[in-house]
């Protein structure tokens, strides 16, 4: 069974500097998606930015970035100029490509940005 | 545009007493549809997914259930609810295009 473990529960940073979270998963498959996912204060979840396993490119979306190491099985995310409203829950996860196209959770790592 | 809607966005309920959770989506056809919740503020557990009409499976046993009447509908329900299924009850949609879910905005559920 795949498994995602994010190793920092909480993480604080103070404004404009860049902060990375850290995600590993497990899984036997080849072909798999990953996300990283948002949660702020309002609990609405967002998606982040996504990276299709087959891509050797890590993803980037404008101030978010991935570190991804498929042999590794890392999957890390970097936050360049952090703003206060970054300040949330980040939660990695990991789906298979089948038809079932379940997500798996981490548990989440509650980031901080200080002014 | 697609859109997924979640309502009550707040529910204080006694214990024993019934539940009904509902979850729409528009501007798309035959989505995979979930249901999670989040205890605590922290990990978010699958608790039922369908991928069509009739078609539900269940990951963890429990007091809850889920229905999908229509393709675009998915209702959690419980008969009588217990102090324990309390928490942060969030509905998801995707497509088979594996761009990840996109989620409703959620209902906290107090049980009392």
């Known amino acids: 069974a795949q498994t995602v473990t994010q190793s920092q529960p909480e993480m604080s940073v103070q404004e404009a500097e860049t902060v990375t979270l850290s995600c590993t998963y497990d899984?036997?498959?080849?072909?798999?998606?990953l996300f990283w996912y948002k949660q702020p204060p309002s609990r609405q979840m967002i998606l982040v930015i996504r990276q299709e396993a087959y891509k050797q490119q890590n993803a980037t979306e404008n101030r978010f970035s991935v570190n991804f190491q498929k042999a590794a099985k890392s999957f890390s995310l970097k936050i360049s100029d952090s703003q206060l409203g970054d300040t949330a829950m980040y939660f990695c996860?990991?789906?298979?490509?089948?038809?079932?196209?379940?997500?798996?959770f981490g548990k989440g790592t509650r980031l901080h940005i200080l002014p | 545009s697609q859109t997924i809607h979640q309502w009550p966005a707040t529910l204080v309920q006694p214990v024993g007493s019934p539940l009904s959770l509902e979850c729409t989506v528009e501007?798309?056809?035959?989505?995979?549809l979930y249901w999670y919740r989040q205890a605590a503020g922290r990990g978010l557990q699958l608790l039922f997914y369908s991928v069509g009409i009739g078609q539900i499976s269940s990951e963890v046993p429990q007091n809850l259930s889920a229905s999908r009447p229509q393709d675009r509908q998915f209702i959690l329900s419980s008969k009588k609810l217990l102090l324990s299924d309390s928490g942060f009850y969030l509905c998801?949609?995707?497509?088979?295009?594996?761009?990840?879910?996109?989620f409703g905005s959620g209902t906290r559920l107090t049980v009392v």
């Open positions: 501007g798309t056809s035959n989505p995979n």
């Open positions: 998801a949609w995707s497509h088979v295009n594996n761009y990840g879910y996109t």
């Open positions: 899984t036997s498959e080849n072909n798999y998606y």
């Open positions: 996860a990991f789906m298979s490509g089948n038809r079932d196209d379940k997500i798996i």
